[in-house]
């Protein structure tokens, strides 16, 4: 499976990004979509993650009630919809994929499928 994120750039405090994912290769059904973030000089962190049936949803605290993730099963694809940005928020963001759930914060070792990853800059 091919992962091709996109939407990143640059945006002033409090603004919005949306980023997307799309895969393309697909040869698993597609369990958890998964958003990690890695600014530099730090390690790679979870974001949030969805199952496919969309019922479960999990964010990390530091962008719980701003970020939300969704999917559509039909496109295999994920989107990260990031409001009230802040400079912390800026990183390379990565999106993921699993054949399996579970349930809670995601550790990136459960994930074998990555995007080339989007950078957003949030500028204070």
């Known amino acids: 499976v091919q992962l091709q994120a996109s939407g990143g750039g640059w945006v002033q405090a409090g603004g919005s990004l949306r980023l997307s994912c799309a895969a393309s290769r697909v040869t698993f059904v597609i369990a958890t979509w998964a958003w990690f973030r890695q600014a530099p000089g730090k390690e790679r962190e979870f974001v949030a993650a969805?199952?496919?049936?969309?019922?479960?949803?999990y964010y990390a605290d530091s962008v719980k009630g701003r970020f939300t993730i969704s999917r559509e099963n039909d496109k295999n694809t994920v989107y990260l919809q990031m409001n009230s940005l802040k400079p912390d928020d800026t990183a390379v963001y990565y999106c993921?994929?699993?054949?399996?759930?579970?349930?809670?914060?995601?550790?990136?070792?459960?994930?074998?499928?990555w995007g080339q990853g989007t950078l957003v800059t949030v500028s204070s």
């Open positions: 969805i199952s496919r049936s969309m019922t479960s949803t």
């Open positions: 993921a994929a699993n054949r399996e759930w579970s349930a809670g914060s995601q550790s990136p070792n459960r994930f074998g499928s």
